[in-house]
C-alpha cells in the first residue's frame, strides 16, 4: 500500500500501531474536507469513528506530534498532487485536443503581455482563440 510506504520512508510508521498512516490520512482528509473542524478533538472523533474505539486522546495527540508527521503528510500531498497535477495537464491518447503540447491560460491581461503572445501567434505553429475579453487561450501545435 502506497501510504504504508510513505509512512515507513519517512519514519512515521516504525512498527504496526492502531494509528497508521493508512487509517490516519484517509481520516484526517475526510475530516478537513466536512468543514467542520475546529479543534484535534474533532480530528480524534474523526478517526475514532472510522477506525472504532480504543484510541486515547494522548495516543493521537503523540502521533500528531510526532515529528515525522509532517514530513509524511507532506510526502502525501505531493503524492496525491502529483497525480491530480499530471492528469490536468494532459489529454487523453484519444481525444481531439492530444495533437497540442501545450495550453497556456491568460486572464485579465497578466503576465506575458499580450504583444508577447501576438509575437508567438505570429510566428506560426500555434493556433490562438479568442474567448471573452478578460480570458484568452493560445494552444501550442
Do not use: Q
Not at 475546529?38 to 474523526?46: K, P
Amino acid at each position: 500500500d502506497g501510504l504504508k510506504l510513505i509512512g515507513i520512508e519517512t519514519g512515521f510508521l516504525l512498527r504496526e500501531r492502531t494509528i497508521t498512516p493508512v487509517n490516519l490520512v484517509p481520516s484526517l482528509i475526510a475530516a478537513m474536507g466536512s468543514g467542520r473542524v475546529e479543534s484535534i478533538a474533532d480530528l480524534r472523533r474523526r478517526f475514532v469513528e472510522d477506525t472504532g474505539p480504543g484510541v486515547a486522546e494522548k495516543s493521537y495527540c503523540d502521533r500528531l506530534d510526532d515529528a515525522a508527521f509532517a514530513p509524511m503528510m507532506r510526502r502525501v500531498f505531493d503524492h496525491l498532487s502529483g497525480s491530480l497535477v499530471a492528469t490536468a495537464l494532459r489529454f487523453l491518447p484519444g481525444s481531439p485536443f492530444a495533437r497540442f503540447k501545450r495550453v497556456l491560460l491568460l486572464a485579465d491581461r497578466g503576465y506575458p503581455s499580450w504583444e508577447y503572445l501576438a509575437k508567438l501567434r505570429d510566428s506560426g505553429g500555434s493556433t490562438w482563440l479568442g474567448w471573452p475579453a478578460d480570458l484568452r487561450w493560445l494552444w501550442e501545435d
